[in-house]
């Protein structure tokens, strides 16, 4: 739910991370203040049965019942408080039994400049309410989806590398150099095709998995094993703090680390800390390389740019932008790449202290 006074009838959908959202086979909805929709994804419209465009602009309540009053009171005081709400509610569907819902609003800001003040809100079904087999046939679901993704991805990448083999043995067969040109724009072309493949491995949780609580020094730490840094030092110094995030989230430290470690000539250490920014977390990663060049910086993160086709820069945003987060380089050019990925207000709270300051 967007601040009415800030809030625009129309939401880039760039801003919201579209392309993760439509991905969720959750139902995904925003919603401005006056109570109209001003997005939804393809599984809400699914479930409501029409499609997208016939949801913008309706009045939420008409479209996804009568919102309990604990979930808008707690909406707009994370809104006007800029925290964390919590709130246990029922939720009496129409003709289903009652549900128990253990929520929370949060506050947290969109990403994009310009964009406005927002709250969500997220809630667990208490066990209670759900029987044991459900539970157990939702988790058994969730991994057959992965294996079949799995099992589907290698097959196709296994015809794709016999494909490609055999358009490298041709071109020792063709003497033509327009012919010999045409093959290895074929042999690039399916190369293409075997990086994004491939590139479904890292975020096929996404569909799967809901953001979660989780600990950062450990997250990193895990992050490190997964790369093969050699004679460079990688140091973290992060403190004991949570983040509200995709599972995900590991691989945009995965990615952070082994783009220094590509394309940072002479480096010898790569660090990780955090800071303070208002409210705000930044986690940052700094190397000691030759840092990246102004002129490559404005298309760092666009999609087909750099590592594996320029995905896993450009999924590091999307990824971060699920609860809000943003990612920046703001290095120096001599002086070391610089990497700041931001954390709003109420996606990040002490471990100790089990709150956001």
Not at 53 to 81: I, M, Q, T, W
Not at 256 to 279: F, M, Q, V, W, Y
């Amino acid at each position: 739910m967007s601040d009415p006074a800030d809030a625009k009838k129309e939401v880039d959908a760039g801003r919201i991370g579209e392309g993760v959202l439509e991905a969720m086979p959750a139902p995904v909805c925003v919603v401005d203040g006056e109570g109209l929709i001003l997005y939804a994804n393809s599984a809400l419209a699914t479930l409501c049965g029409g499609t997208r465009g016939d949801l913008l602009g309706k009045p939420a309540g008409l479209v996804l019942g009568v919102l309990p009053s604990g979930v808008r009171d707690s909406l707009f005081e994370a809104l006007r408080e800029k925290k964390r709400i919590k709130v246990a509610v029922t939720w009496d569907g129409e003709g289903k039994e009652p549900v128990l819902l253990d929520g929370e609003a949060f506050f947290f800001s969109l990403p994009g400049p310009g964009s406005p003040p927002a709250a969500g809100w997220t809630a667990r079904v208490l066990p209670s309410s759900v029987p044991e087999a459900e539970v157990a046939a939702m988790a058994a679901s969730r991994k057959k989806a992965r294996e079949l993704l799995s099992v589907v991805r290698h097959d196709i990448l296994n015809q794709l590398t016999i494909l490609i083999g055999f358009l490298q043995y041709s071109e020792d067969f063709v003497e033509d150099p327009q012919l010999r040109e045409f093959l290895s724009k074929e042999e690039a072309a399916g190369q293409a095709i075997q990086a994004l493949i491939e590139f479904t491995r890292d975020f096929q949780d996404m569909l799967v998995e809901d953001p979660r609580w989780i600990p950062v020094l450990p997250m990193i730490k895990s992050a490190m094993i997964m790369t093969d840094a050699g004679n460079v030092s990688i140091e973290p110094g992060v403190s004991t703090v949570e983040v509200f995030g995709s599972p995900l989230m590991k691989h945009v430290f995965v990615t952070l680390i082994k783009n220094a470690l590509d394309h940072a000539t002479g480096l010898t250490r790569i660090t990780l800390t955090d800071e303070r920014d208002g409210s705000d977390l930044l986690l940052v990663c700094e190397d000691d390389g030759p840092g990246i060049p102004a002129a490559e910086r404005k298309a760092l993160f666009d999609r087909g740019h750099g590592r594996n086709r320029g995905y896993s820069l450009w999924l590091s945003r999307e990824i971060l932008a699920i609860t809000g987060g943003t990612l920046e380089e703001n290095g120096r050019e001599g002086s070391g790449a610089r990497f700041e990925i931001r954390v709003p207000a109420g996606m990040w709270r002490c471990q100790k202290e089990n709150q956001s300051p």
